[in-house]
């Protein structure tokens, strides 16, 4: 009995601790972003179906761009194009193929994965924005 209560105190304790993990540092500065699209414009086209993406030129962190990606019929995700492995150098990651959902630093090589929340196989993920997804409308802010 008393391993039992020994066992159940540090599989509690263990989960506690996990729990408690720092955040995750914010490796691109925060810059006010504000911007609106109407999906059924032609230039949003891809975002009425999952897996679809585009980027938008000249917002967010040193006019980098941001990546709007439609993850499911109801999610849809923003991140900015900036590639947090190496912010002296300024690289805008690259959309890969439509409906791959990953996206590609051109500089390093970095893929990150869109439907993954921006995480790549390693290192800092992108930085994510919210997103407010009404009707047609998706509006991507800070």
Known sequence: MKSKIVILF???ATFSFVGCDKEEPEIVPNVYVNYEININEPAYINLTVPLGAVKISNIGYNGNGVIVFRK???EILAFDATCPQHMDYNSSV???ENGSGTA???HCGTKYYLFNYGY???GYRL???????YGNYVKISN
């Open 94 to 96: 690259r959309l890969d």
């Open 127 to 133: 930085k994510e924005y919210n997103v407010t997804f």
């Open 104 to 106: 590609t630093c051109p």
């Open 72 to 74: 499911d019929d109801s």
């Open 10 to 12: 540090l599989l509690s």
């Open 120 to 122: 790549p196989s390693s």
